[in-house]
């Protein structure tokens, strides 16, 4: 049995498309990149959001163009030009060609909003045990009171 497998992804970045079987990600007799199946979700859910929120007549041909030209082309990152159509959607900016997509990736404020949360996302994190929330007692023993400490 071979040791490596394809990436299916038909827009591989890797060098090679050769993977390590037990670093591949397998969908059904598919193999994949962990990332190239990420971006290959999130292209999906982009268009996907795109038909069903914003414009249902729009043509997916011309949609899947203008998704693979800005994540292929112009090295936009998939999960950014989610994040945007989101934020068109929530902010109900309008949008209604693909085209549109453009505009989304350019837009100053929602960039931002984008990479405030990327920071807060990529923060470190400190794990607290019950150790350090537990406080600690220390019982001391009071001096015993005699007559001669009452008297100094």
């Known amino acids: 049995m071979k040791n490596t497998v394809k990436c299916r992804y038909k827009y591989c970045k890797h060098e090679s498309q050769d993977i390590p079987r037990d670093q591949a990600v397998s969908v059904g007799r598919a193999y994949y990149h962990a990332d190239c199946l990420k971006e290959s979700r999130e292209k999906k859910e982009i268009v996907d959001l795109f038909l069903?929120?914003?414009?249902?007549?729009?043509?997916?041909?011309?949609?899947?163009?203008?998704?693979?030209?800005?994540?292929?082309?112009?090295?936009?990152?998939s999960e950014f030009i989610l994040f945007g159509l989101k934020y068109y959607i929530n902010h109900k900016i309008k949008l209604s060609y693909p085209g549109g997509l453009y505009y989304v990736v350019s837009n100053k404020e929602m960039a931002n909003e984008y990479n405030k949360i990327k920071t807060l996302a990529n923060k470190p994190t400190f794990d607290i045990t019950d150790d350090d929330i537990r406080p600690t007692f220390e019982y001391k023993k009071p001096k015993r009171k005699t007559l001669d400490n009452l008297l100094g």
């Open 52 to 77: 069903e929120k914003v414009n249902p007549n729009s043509p997916p041909q011309q949609l899947w163009r203008t998704v693979n030209d800005l994540v292929g082309k112009k090295g936009h990152d």
